[in-house]
C-alpha cells in the first residue's frame, strides 16, 4: 500500500457515524496523511459548501462535491457542470406531477426548496447549509449541479425504478444516494468521474487511489479506484463491486483501513500486515472472503 497518494470517502453512512458525525480523532488522522503526502478527499452528495464546512481549507484536502457537479482542490474548482434551467425545471415538474417527493435544485453554494416545502428544513438543512425558498421552479436561474428529489417515505429506489431512471437515464446522470434521495446530474457527472478529475490533476494513476462507499452512488467512483472498499453496512450491490470489505460505518471502519495504512508506513504494523491487497487484519479481509 505504499503507492496510495489519495483516498476518497463517501460521508454519510461511510465515514460518519449513523448521528452524522465525524470519527473521533478524525483532525489527527487528517494530520497524518498530509504529512505522508495523500491527499484525502470528502466525496458526497452534499454540497461543496457543506463539505467545506465539515474539511475546512487546508493543504491536502479535496471536494468532490453534489455527486461530482463540482470538484475543487482545495479552494480551487478544477470542475463543475451545470445543469441547465430548462432541464432542472423539468425534473421539477415531473417530480411535483407523479411523485410525492420534494424537488431541490443544488448549487455549490445553496440549495432551492419550494416555500410550501419549508416544513422539511430541519432534515434537508443538515445537507444544505444555505436553503433558498422559492415560489416555483420556473423562474429559477441558478448555477444547480444536482437536482435531487427528496423522498420522506423512504422510497427512492421505487420512484429511481418507474419514473427518473425511465424519463433521464438517456440524457443525464441518475442515481440513488439512499432511501430517502433520488440524484441526477449532467451525463458523465458522478463521483468516479471527480475522482478521475483529481487523479489527473495530481498526476496519479489507479493504482494509487483509494476509495470508500456505501451506495449506488459511489459505484464509479469505487471502479476508478484499485483500492476500493465497501463498509460493512453497504449495500450488497456496492459490497459485490468493491475489491475489499471494511468494517462498518458505526464501528468506524473507514479509520480503521486509514490507520492501519498509516500505521504500516510508520513500520508500527510490520509483522502485521496482510499481504493480501496490503491491508492491515481487523476484520478488514478481500471481498470473497468475508462471510455473506
Not at 29 to 36: E, G, K, V
Not at 160 to 178: I, L, N, Q, W
Request: hydrophobic letters at 40%.
Amino acid at each position: 500500500m505504499d503507492e496510495v497518494r489519495l483516498i476518497a470517502s463517501d460521508m454519510d453512512h461511510t465515514l460518519l457515524d449513523e448521528q452524522g458525525e465525524l470519527p473521533p480523532g478524525m483532525d489527527d488522522y487528517l494530520d497524518r496523511l498530509t504529512a505522508a503526502g495523500i491527499t484525502f478527499v470528502a466525496a458526497s452528495g452534499r454540497p461543496l459548501n457543506r463539505l467545506q464546512q465539515m474539511f475546512p481549507s487546508r493543504a491536502g484536502i479535496a471536494y468532490i462535491g453534489n455527486n461530482g457537479g463540482t470538484v475543487s482542490y482545495g479552494d480551487t474548482v478544477l470542475f463543475q457542470s451545470l445543469l441547465s434551467p430548462d432541464s432542472y425545471r423539468a425534473m421539477a415538474e415531473l417530480t411535483l406531477r407523479v411523485t410525492p417527493g420534494v424537488p431541490v435544485a443544488c448549487a455549490p453554494e445553496a440549495a432551492y426548496v419550494l416555500a410550501a416545502d419549508a416544513e422539511h428544513e430541519a432534515y434537508l438543512g443538515r445537507f444544505n447549509p444555505r436553503i433558498v425558498y422559492i415560489d416555483n421552479f420556473d423562474e429559477l436561474d441558478a448555477d444547480v449541479d444536482k437536482f435531487s428529489v427528496y423522498l420522506p417515505q423512504g422510497d427512492s429506489i421505487r420512484y429511481f425504478e418507474d419514473v427518473f431512471h425511465p424519463a433521464y437515464a438517456a440524457e443525464f446522470s441518475v442515481t440513488t444516494g439512499s432511501p430517502v434521495w433520488v440524484d441526477l446530474m449532467n451525463p458523465g457527472v458522478h463521483k468516479g468521474h471527480g475522482l478521475r478529475v483529481l487523479a489527473d490533476h495530481l498526476g496519479l494513476g489507479r493504482h494509487q487511489l483509494m476509495a470508500f462507499g456505501d451506495a449506488h452512488n459511489d459505484l464509479e467512483m469505487l471502479d476508478e479506484a484499485e483500492h476500493s472498499y465497501a463498509v460493512r453496512n453497504a449495500h450488497e450491490t456496492v459490497r459485490q463491486r468493491a475489491r475489499f470489505i471494511a468494517e462498518s460505518n458505526a464501528d468506524h471502519g473507514v479509520l480503521q483501513v486509514i490507520r492501519q495504512l498509516l500505521d504500516a508506513r510508520d513500520g508500527v504494523l510490520s509483522e502485521s500486515v496482510e499481504t493480501v491487497g496490503g491491508i492491515g487484519k481487523d476484520g478488514i479481509r478481500p471481498t470473497q472472503e468475508v462471510v455473506q
